[in-house]
């Protein structure tokens, strides 16, 4: 798509004392829709750009990088779930239509499900937990880690070890991406780029730490599930971990939501964009027959 149909922007967000820009851009023209990525220690709006470009033909796509992501500001607040929810919903109130469907992948599924206000809804691989509480790790250990991680020395070393290229590469061919060719030099290059600006550890170690975690228990997740107004459409990744993959399987068999099942693994929406496109069309242009 020529660049001429993308308009990129700031928006100025003020939380307590905190000032932040955020990054977003925008595709194509039509009805709106959000897509909101994945939280993770390379967290980037660039994970969905395939995705909005095969939708930007029909619709006007919303991408933006999460407060302490990507190209936005990336202040040492204490972040947890109530400053994405607080966000999220300023975000929408103060820059989209009031008829929005909404396109979450990974983590963001559960701040999606926090607004209920959208026209529509996709969720992509969704998940609620953070890596360290799937590994099963208590939480004062979890908190532990986060604070050594906030700290002003041994912090930026620690966060080092879990950024190298060895260890980004590792993580994506164990759980992130099916087809490891994709995991070039070059593009495992970008994400350590990504995970090295000022300010970079501190959001991603509340994530990896389940300090981002929207939802305690599995029940909490799906009855925000259950009672989201519009129609909900679930995305399961076929090659998800397996722990994962019941949870989404889970979200899929409630009654109230369509569901496909996808190749893919938790960074499905990056890796096979131009598969899911296709997939979530129908329902968001108002195909909502469940299967």
């Known amino acids: 798509m020529s660049s001429a149909h993308l308009q990129q922007h700031t928006y100025t967000w003020q939380w307590q004392n905190y000032t932040l820009k955020v990054a977003t851009e925008t595709f194509g023209s039509g009805p709106s829709v959000l897509l909101l990525p994945a939280l993770s220690t390379v967290s980037t709006r660039a994970e969905l750009s395939t995705l909005a470009q095969a939708l930007a033909p029909y619709f006007q796509v919303t991408l933006l990088d999460w407060p302490g992501f990507g190209d936005s500001d990336r202040p040492s607040l204490p972040y947890q779930p109530d400053v994405y929810r607080q966000f999220l919903r300023a975000f929408v109130r103060d820059t989209l239509p009031q008829e929005v469907a909404v396109v979450a992948a990974g983590h963001a599924a559960g701040y999606a499900l926090d607004l209920q206000s959208w ?8 998940t609620w937990r953070g890596p360290l509480a799937v590994m099963g790790a208590p939480v004062a250990l979890r908190r532990g880690i986060r604070q050594l991680v906030r700290s002003p020395v041994i912090g930026p070393a620690l966060y080092g070890l879990n950024t190298r290229p060895g260890f980004l590469k590792w993580m ?16 495992i290059s970008q994400r350590y780029q990504n995970a090295q600006k000022p300010g970079a550890r501190y959001a991603p170690v509340a994530f990896v730490t389940g300090g981002l975690d929207p939802v305690d228990e599995r029940e909490e997740f799906l009855a925000g599930l259950a009672r989201q107004p519009g129609p909900v459409m679930v995305i399961v990744a076929e090659q ?32 096979f964009g131009d598969a899911i496109a296709p997939a979530i069309f129908p329902f968001l242009q108002g195909n909502t027959a469940l299967t």
């Open 119 to 126: 026209s529509r809804m996709v969720l992509i691989a969704p």
């Open 172 to 187: 994506y061919r164990r759980h992130v991406f099916v087809d490891e060719t994709q995991l070039t030099d070059e593009y």
């Open 240 to 271: 998800a971990p397996p722990g994962s993959k019941a949870e989404m399987e889970a979200m899929a068999e409630l009654p109230n939501v369509q569901a496909a099942y996808l190749p893919g693994s938790l960074g499905m929406a990056e890796e």
